[in-house]
């Protein structure tokens, strides 16, 4: 009898299930044979990728037969100049996730513990088993990391610490003198992930210094996306923040031309596009407001947010009514797990997306729908 594949794949395999992405629009659809689906289970940019970006690409179309600069060598010099680092503390990524990935393969090894908040962002979890690591899974307090248990949490066997600044799925981000002092408190051979997907809607006040900790040489990566308020997750490109003797470590493993022409051109065009960031800030602030004010309305919160998505308890089932709005053609995204089996999380999205949210969430609690499959 030969092996199975089973018996052939890494152990670590065991247990663990595919990620679950949001339902594509298209798939939604043709599935229900609808049209007019609105999809707000991914936490995209509800305008749409920067228009400058899009004029990048059409340029950059052109040039599709070459493979891209591999070192990503504009795009990095640009980042360079706004964050006060070189391009040698940069790395960029197939979106941020592969840089995720690249860290855990880079130096997680089986029996290292990793200290992660529950509930997170679920990659984190997902490369820590997949690498054969413990898991210290330490509770939210208030729905934010708990710094102060997290710091205590580190023990000599600890490798990777990850903080997602603001966290998925729950929006919220941390003072920044908690970072500071969680900094202090955690051994210098400690790896720290500050994950900052959403940073650019965080209000100024929040936002902490994380690539100060790059520049003092601790063991620190920031991780930034292009896939959030710049509109292009389609293309996946993000980038990592780190001391250069981490890049270089990173570039050993990486892939060689790991973003596109594409995306690096667009990526670029992107970053100088402020007039397209301020009104993706301000659709938000908007939609977040009206969200609130409405859920409020039908005795429904969750915590604030500093990100441009909103968790919120419904109190019921929470993948049932997640069911019940796809086949209203509004798609979100259900959580489940120890502490979500009740919430959902929503994508703050444009004007008519956040009404059409609130009178289809009307319309299934009303109508009970969601207690009939
Ligand atoms: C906290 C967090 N980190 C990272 C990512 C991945 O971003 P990217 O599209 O750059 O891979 C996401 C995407 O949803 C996220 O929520």
Same mark, same amino acid.
């Given at each position: 009898?030969?092996?199975?594949?089973?018996?052939?794949?890494?152990?670590?395999?065991?247990?663990?299930?595919?990620?679950?992405?949001?339902?594509?629009?298209? *798939?939604?659809?043709? *599935?229900?044979?609808?049209?007019?689906?609105?999809?707000?289970? !991914?936490?995209?940019?509800?305008?749409?990728?920067?228009?400058?970006?899009?004029?990048?690409?059409?340029?950059?179309?052109?040039?599709?037969?070459?493979?891209?600069?591999?070192?990503?060598?504009?795009?990095?010099?640009?980042?360079?100049?706004?964050?006060?680092?070189?391009?040698?503390?940069?790395?960029?990524?197939?979106?941020?996730? *592969?840089?995720?990935?690249?860290?855990?393969?880079?130096?997680?090894?089986?029996?290292?513990?990793?200290?992660?908040?529950?509930?997170?962002?679920?990659?984190?979890?997902?490369?820590?088993?997949?690498?054969?690591?413990?898991?210290?899974?330490?509770?939210?307090?208030?729905?934010?990391?708990?710094? *102060?248990?997290?710091?205590?949490?580190?023990?000599?066997?600890?490798?990777?610490?990850?903080?997602?600044?603001?966290?998925?799925?729950?929006?919220?981000?941390?003072?920044?003198?908690?970072?500071?002092?969680?900094?202090?408190?955690? !051994?210098?051979?400690?790896?720290?992930?500050?994950?900052?997907?959403?940073?650019?809607?965080?209000?100024?006040?929040?936002?902490?210094?994380?690539?100060?900790?790059?520049?003092?040489?601790?063991?620190?990566?920031?991780?930034? &996306?292009?896939?959030?308020?710049?509109?292009?997750?389609?293309?996946?490109?993000?980038?990592?923040?780190?001391?250069?003797?981490?890049?270089?470590?990173?570039?050993?493993?990486?892939?060689?031309?790991?973003?596109?022409?594409?995306?690096?051109?667009?990526?670029?065009?992107?970053?100088?596009?402020?007039?397209?960031?301020?009104?993706?800030?301000?659709?938000?602030?908007?939609?977040?407001?009206?969200? &609130? &004010?409405?859920?409020?309305?039908?005795?429904?919160?969750?915590?604030?947010?500093?990100?441009?998505?909103?968790?919120?308890?419904?109190?019921?089932?929470?993948?049932?009514?997640?069911?019940?709005?796809?086949?209203?053609?509004?798609?979100?995204?259900?959580?489940?797990?120890?502490?979500?089996?009740?919430?959902?999380?929503?994508?703050?999205?444009?004007?008519?997306?956040?009404?059409?949210?609130?009178?289809?969430?009307?319309?299934?609690?009303? !109508?009970?729908?969601?207690?009939?499959?």
């Amino acid at each position: 009898m030969p092996k199975s594949l089973e018996e052939l794949a890494s152990p670590f395999l065991k247990g663990l299930v595919p990620y679950l992405p949001g339902k594509p629009v298209e *798939e939604v659809e043709r *599935e229900l044979g609808i049209k007019g689906a609105v999809k707000l289970a !991914s936490n995209e940019n509800p305008l749409g990728p920067s228009p400058q970006a899009v004029r990048a690409l059409r340029e950059a179309l052109s040039n599709s037969h070459r493979y891209p600069d591999g070192g990503g060598y504009y795009l990095k010099r640009a980042l360079a100049d706004r964050l006060e680092v070189t391009s040698e503390h940069l790395i960029l990524g197939n979106g941020c996730n *592969e840089i995720l990935d690249l860290m855990a393969r880079c130096f997680l090894l089986p029996g290292d513990e990793v200290v992660i908040a529950d509930p997170a962002f679920v990659l984190y979890g997902m490369l820590a088993h997949l690498q054969g690591c413990e898991k210290i899974l330490v509770p939210l307090k208030g729905w934010t990391h708990d710094l *102060e248990a997290m710091a205590k949490a580190v023990t000599s066997k600890t490798k990777m610490v990850f903080i997602g600044n603001p966290n998925n799925p729950t929006g919220t981000a941390v003072k920044p003198g908690e970072i500071e002092a969680f900094m202090q408190a955690v !051994s210098e051979d400690v790896l720290v992930v500050i994950d900052e997907a959403y940073i650019e809607y965080v209000p100024e006040e929040l936002v902490p210094d994380s690539v100060g900790f790059v520049r003092q040489g601790r063991w620190v990566i920031v991780l930034r &996306t292009f896939s959030k308020i710049y509109g292009l997750a389609g293309l996946r490109i993000g980038y990592g923040i780190a001391p250069p003797s981490m890049v270089e470590l990173l570039n050993r493993a990486r892939a060689p031309f790991n973003t596109n022409v594409l995306a690096q051109r667009a990526a670029l065009a992107a970053l100088d596009d402020r007039q397209h960031i301020a009104s993706s800030r301000k659709v938000n602030e908007l939609g977040k407001a009206y969200l &609130t &004010t409405e859920l409020g309305r039908l005795g429904l919160q969750g915590p604030p947010s500093a990100a441009n998505f909103l968790l919120i308890d419904l109190k019921r089932d929470g993948r049932a009514v997640a069911e019940a709005l796809l086949r209203k053609g509004v798609i979100v995204r259900p959580l489940g797990g120890r502490y979500l089996s009740t919430h959902i999380r929503v994508t703050i999205g444009t004007p008519p997306e956040n009404e059409r949210f609130i009178e289809a969430l009307k319309s299934v609690l009303q !109508s009970g729908s969601h207690l009939r499959s």
